[in-house]
């Protein structure tokens, strides 16, 4: 696509510089004729994963249409993908800012993802047939994919021309916004993950306190386990169950997944292949069918087995303490870092949304108005307040949960997170990955042979982009 719709024009960026840095206010120039554009047409194909593809009709202006300033209220499309408590967050900071605000509404529209690693055809094919929305949150896993599609509008001039303290963000956070030397997009939340226990099935257990290393934690879960025959009534502890998945194992044993200097994938390193011979440990010891059967009763928010008192130890993001609260207030837990092997220390990591204006946007002035607001401190702190997440403003993370001892845990841990490649192909290496992983657990393979066939294919993928393919 024409790299025109990711500038700005010289209008627009002249109508910024004259707003000055406070408060964004962005001044209406007189209408100006606008050029015809010399328009083309090009057929692209989205691979999104094996089984989604989207097939676009895209228009690309040789020449770029000036935006014409808006006559009165301008309302702008905003897409977001949730549908918990994020969505009552999202919909509360809407409506404080157009209850302020009488020349700009928000108008929301639901759009979910729908892949694992959070890719959204939906907005790919508007995007990249010129009709996507003015803004849009976008999963922060599959963000360098989308940008990598084109699809997402640069923001390096409006940065520039509002000098917008990048700083205020935390830097890994501000990372996952970036693609090829450009930002495309800015950081809406955080989170990060940690060992939740339920503590009356501890101390039923004759266990004092949570375990910090895996060797504790394997010794732990039989105590914690009942099984009827082939039956378990309360499983003690899943390693690919929760919200840590085996590349969070990866990262516990010291894996580096990517090096970006030789753009080379590493899931198949020795931490990786070590992480899945242990998670392998309890495919073979407790049965791989029955624990697999066990998981597949359960799902999010009330149906979470940790919140139903089924599992007694489990991984999950900063997002669990909202959940428990309101599916299971009474419950006495507990929030410790996640079990390392024996002689490291504990690490974690971070995921998060990202919201961004799309390729071809009517009306980048006041989306880049609103989408400063939205990630600054203090409506980010209201974002992350209601719908239990971490901000990505550091100010505002320290405001909401500073003094929220079981938040402070997570925040805590923020320092010595890790973060998802910010490549194009993570998405296709974290399916991959998974993939794999089931495969060994199932005793298909074995944890190198199957790690190997993932880490190849993703490869290939890297090394196809790289060559332009």
Partial sequence: MSTEFRKLTRRQMLKLAASGTAGLVLAACAPQAAPTPQVIQQTVQVEITKEVQVEVTKEVAVVQ??????????????????????????????????????????????????????????FLAAALSGNPPDLIIHDGSSFSTSTALNAFAALDDLISMTKLDTS????????????????????????????????KMLQDAGIAKPPATIDELDAMVDK????????????????????????????????????????????????????????????????????????????????????????????????????????????????????????????????????????????????????????????????????????????????????????KIFLDLLPVSHIEPVIPEWSLAWDTHLAAEQEALYGRKSAKEALDAANQKVQDAIDARLAGA
């Fill in 224 to 407: 914690l386990t009942k099984k009827k025959g082939d039956r378990f009534d309360v499983m003690g502890f899943i390693p690919w169950a929760g919200n840590w998945f085996l590349v969070g194992w990866g990262w516990d044993w010291g894996a580096n997944v990517f090096d970006d200097k030789a753009n080379k994938i590493h899931i198949n390193s020795d931490e990786m292949v070590a992480a899945l011979e242990w998670e392998m440990t309890y495919a073979k010891k407790y049965g791989i069918n029955a624990m697999q059967s066990f998981v597949q009763g359960f799902g999010g928010g009330a149906q979470d087995p940790f919140v139903l008192g089924l599992e007694a130890l489990t991984i999950d993001g900063d997002w669990g303490i909202a959940n428990i609260k309101q599916y299971k207030p009474d419950l006495d837990y507990q929030i410790t870092p996640p079990p390392c092997p024996t002689g490291k220390s504990p690490v974690t990591w971070s995921g998060g949304f990202v919201a961004g204006i799309p390729t071809g946007g009517k009306h980048y002035e006041e989306s880049w108005k609103f989408l400063t607001w939205f990630t600054a401190a203090d409506a980010n702190s209201t974002f992350a307040k209601i719908g239990g997440t971490l901000p990505t403003n550091v100010a505002a993370a320290q405001k909401t949960y500073a003094n929220d001892p079981r938040h």
């Fill in 168 to 199: 205020v963000y935390y830097p890994w956070a501000w990372q996952k916004c970036q693609w090829g030397g450009h930002t495309y997009g800015l950081p809406l939340n955080t989170d990060a993950r940690a060992l939740y226990s339920n503590t």
């Fill in 65 to 122: 249409t000036p935006t014409l300033p808006p006559k009165g209220t301008v309302t702008l499309e905003f897409w977001q993908p949730f549908g918990d408590l994020n969505k009552n967050a999202v919909e509360e900071v809407v409506k404080q800012w157009n209850d302020a605000n009488q020349d700009i509404k928000i108008k929301l529209e639901f759009t979910p993802s729908v892949t694992s690693a959070g890719t959204n055809p939906k």
